[in-house]
Nanobody
Framework: VQLVESGGGSVQVGGSLRLSCAGS????????VAWFRQAPGKEREFVVA????????YYADSVKGRFTISRDNAKNTVYLQMNGLKPDDTAVYYC?????????????????????WGQGTQVTVSS
């Protein structure tokens, strides 16, 4: 599975961006997909995950109500709509995918659960 992110950029506080992650090599309706991010000097952190099984979606508390994940399986693409951006959202955003589905939320939020990763796209939010 190959993943390619796009849509990053620079915005001001309160602005919006939509990230895209285009996949190939496997149908997206068979994949759990997620977004993680990594800010300079910090660990990679979970943002959101969407399981292919059961329609479960999990959001990090820091982005709930502001970010929305969606997918277009026909286009093998997953999106991350980010509204109300804050300086703390500045990071490299990574798309991740895996063939497995889990019963526990903790697996979805752990980056070790994902076998496939994109190269990342930079998001910078300035005040």
């Amino acid at each position: 599975v190959q993943l390619v992110e796009s849509g990053g950029g620079s915005v001001q506080v309160g602005g919006s961006l939509r990230l895209s992650c285009a996949g190939s090599g496997r149908s997206f309706d068979e994949l759990t997909v997620a977004w993680f991010r990594q800010a300079p000097g910090k660990e990679r952190e979970f943002v959101v995950a969407d399981s292919w099984s059961g329609g479960k979606i999990y959001y990090a508390d820091s982005v709930k109500g502001r970010f929305t994940i969606s997918r277009d399986n026909a286009k093998n693409t997953v999106y991350l709509q980010m509204n109300g951006l804050k300086p703390d959202d500045t990071a490299v955003y990574y798309c991740a995918a895996d063939l497995r589905a889990y019963t526990r939320e903790s697996y979805y939020t752990d980056d070790r659960s994902y076998d496939y990763w994109g190269q990342g796209t930079q998001v910078t939010v300035s005040s």
